[in-house]
């Protein structure tokens, strides 16, 4: 009766761990996890949306905290940094993770008027 009963744990507990297995080996086949905030040496061209999108971040909060932004001014760039992450994630969701150039270009371009915004604001 022992004997049995820990065939079966034994067995139970072998299930399953494969199919764990096989639901990360689905998962990670079919996109590479990347988004805003997440390095994929897989992936130079999300790694160089996300650097920037880090970098403009870094700039508003340092404008934040020397007083330079006031508060309407950082939501409406909040909320064009916010347009452009949605972007990014629709963008990427089309391709299992990657970004096209011609994507990276328009998320580029995007980017750059915010941060001429960025100046802008800060040098009024």
């Not at 990657?98 to 990276?104: F, G, N, R, S, V």
Request: charged residues 25%.
């Amino acid at each position: 009766m022992k004997n049995t009963f820990s065939k079966s744990l034994l067995a139970l507990a072998a299930g399953g761990l494969m199919l764990a297995g096989s639901a990360v080996a689905q998962t990670s086949t079919t996109t590479s996890g990347a988004g805003p905030g997440v390095v994929d040496p897989g992936h130079p061209r999300v790694n160089q949306v996300n650097r920037r999108e880090e970098n403009q971040q870094q700039r508003i909060a340092n404008g934040v905290s020397s007083g330079k932004l006031n508060s309407r001014q950082t939501a409406n760039l909040e909320k064009r940094e916010t347009s452009v992450q949605n972007r990014e994630q629709r963008d990427m969701a089309k391709n299992n993770g990657h970004l096209t150039k011609a994507e990276q270009k328009g998320i580029n371009r995007q980017q750059n008027r915010i941060s001429k915004s960025i100046y802008k604001d800060k040098h009024q």
